[in-house]
């Protein structure tokens, strides 16, 4: 009934714009396709997940991340083989979500015509709309099909923008141009598959904070997104808690049993196979030595209650 349920709000989502009703879902629309997150949410209706748990994102592994996502279900959720403006920086957010599409100036015009009614910027290009409602947090993810030459979605000019109002980057499925002025914005970072000094041509937006195809994964607005060089991966706004500390507990027991191993105290085969009594109350009592855990030891006590060894 769930699978159902997402699949008629999605469809009636996607049929607002070929109806000529809005360029955005509404807010309760959104709502309608992420009904398992129960916290706050942003005006236009997106998760708005807390930036203590983006901050915290930034240190979890894209493995564990992936492998999490994959146990619960969540197999399209990753996407690689990017062109990073800085490759060594890690970048979380919360998904402002865009596609754009090959020029057809029948539908262009509609939705011309839709933005203005809307309120929308008329000077310039619509690729400055989704620019426009970012909020400090907000990652612009963008669909651009894989276009390069003449797919440039943003310059040096949009990309300060960008940073401005959202203080983050983009991921966008297509290209930039000007890399070397993005390159000097500080603090802007973007995830793209192709730069090339074209302006972009024959191209139009279509919609914005709808689900989209980033690759092989699909991006719903308010998703959490955790972006370095090892790739992209997007997380459900609902799970992004749990994911978040069950990683950084993986990551303590992995700390552990290296140690361990370091130490000669116990085998490859007793550390990688299900834990003796001995080796948990072991691992516990490294726990309590430990002064920089990355979850509050009342988060750890909690999860540790619930813990099947």
Known sequence: ????????????????????????????????????????????????????????????????AWGYLRNKGYHNQYENDWILIHEDEVMTGRA????????????????????????????????????????????YVADSYGKIVDGTLIGDNLGNAIYAKSKRGVIFYGSVRDMAG???????????????????????????NYPIRIGRATVLPGDAVLANKWGVIF??????????????????????????????KYSPGEIDSRWSESIVQDFLQWLNTQTDLPMSRAELDEFLKDRNW
């Open 96 to 139: 402002l979500t865009a596609q754009f599409m090959p020029l057809r100036p029948d539908a262009d015009a509609v939705v011309k015509e839709i933005g203005k009614k809307e309120g929308r910027v008329q000077s310039g290009g619509t690729n400055s709309w989704p620019i426009d409602v970012l909020q400090e947090g907000d990652i």
């Open 182 to 208: 993005l390159s000097e914005i500080e603090g802007f970072n973007g995830w793209v598959k192709g730069h090339d000094p074209s302006y972009i041509q024959q191209m139009m937006l279509s919609t914005i």
């Open 235 to 264: 997380v459900p706004a609902h799970l992004l808690a749990d994911l978040v500390i069950n990683a950084e507990f993986v990551m303590l027991r992995d700390s552990f049993g290296i140690q361990r191993l370091k130490e000669g």
């Open 1 to 64: 009934m769930k699978q159902c349920f997402f699949a008629f709000c999605f469809f009636t989502a996607i049929g607002s714009l070929a109806n000529a009703q809005q360029i955005s879902p509404t807010p309760d629309q959104i709502k309608a396709i992420t009904p398992e997150w129960t916290g706050e949410r942003f005006p236009d209706g997106r998760p708005k997940v807390p930036d203590a748990l983006l901050n915290r994102l930034e240190n979890i592994s894209m493995e564990e």
